[in-house]
């Protein structure tokens, strides 16, 4: 089975300051992807940003990036010129590969509540 | 791009009724469907995967007769909560995707349960 740790239960950051979050994970899986979904208050789950595994360059999405470590099965998020929209729960969250055609559940860690400062 | 409506938002009932959640893919078809559930401040749960034109896969300790899932066509998921009680009260949601195979889950906008 599959376990994704978040070991930041709360964060903050200044107005257009940079800010990493923090992910790791436990799997067998040779092939899988990573995700960050954002989750404001009304609680409606946004794809933040997403990693293949067979990939070894980062992710990038304008102020979004991911430092993706295989080995050491570390994903985590930095948000950079941080804005007050970003203040949110922000979810990493894990994904095998299934051979054939299909889908697969997410798993979740447990969340980072991120709040951005004025 | 790919949306998924979930339905209610909200919904109140009392405590012994049933309730019907459901989860629609708009634009796309989707041979299976996920539910979630998250108590408040805590993570996404899975509770159980809906399959079409077949039965439910449900995680352990999710009641299958408490829970029950129906997906009848290519484009909706129901979850049923029946003879509900005050601790099934949470944040339900639903996700599904596109294709091809591992796209990325789109997720409705949940439903608030309230058992009283």
């Known amino acids: 089975a599959q376990t994704v740790t978040q070991s930041q239960p709360e964060m903050s950051v200044q107005e257009a300051e940079t800010v990493t979050l923090s992910c790791t994970y436990d799997t067998s899986e040779n092939n899988y992807y990573l995700f960050w979904y954002k989750q404001p208050p009304s609680r409606q789950m946004i794809l933040v940003i997403r990693?293949?595994?067979?990939?070894?360059q980062n992710a990038t999405e304008n102020r979004f990036s991911v430092n993706f470590q295989k080995a050491a099965k570390s994903f985590s998020l930095k948000i950079s010129d941080s804005q007050l929209g970003d203040t949110a729960m922000y979810f990493c969250a894990f994904m095998k590969l299934k051979r054939n055609s299909g889908n697969t559940p997410l798993v979740f860690g447990k969340g980072t509540r991120l709040s951005v400062i004025a | 791009g790919a949306v998924v409506s979930q339905h209610p938002s909200r919904v109140i009932c009392k405590s012994g009724t049933s309730v019907k959640i459901e989860c629609r893919s708009l634009?796309?078809?989707?041979?299976?469907m996920f539910w979630y559930r998250q108590f408040p401040k805590q993570s996404l749960m899975l509770m159980a995967t809906?399959?079409?034109?077949?039965?439910?896969?449900?995680e352990q300790g999710v009641e299958k007769d408490k829970f029950l899932i129906n997906h009848a066509s290519l484009t909706l998921s129901t979850l049923t909560v029946t003879s509900a009680h005050p601790e099934d009260s949470s944040f339900y949601i639903c996700?599904?995707?596109?294709?091809?195979?591992?796209?990325?889950?789109?997720f409705g906008n949940g439903t608030r349960l309230t058992v009283t």
């Open positions: 809906s399959n079409e034109g077949s039965k439910a896969t449900y």
């Open positions: 634009d796309f078809q989707a041979t299976t």
């Open positions: 996700s599904a995707s596109p294709g091809p195979r591992n796209s990325p889950l789109h």
């Open positions: 990693q293949e595994a067979y990939k070894q």
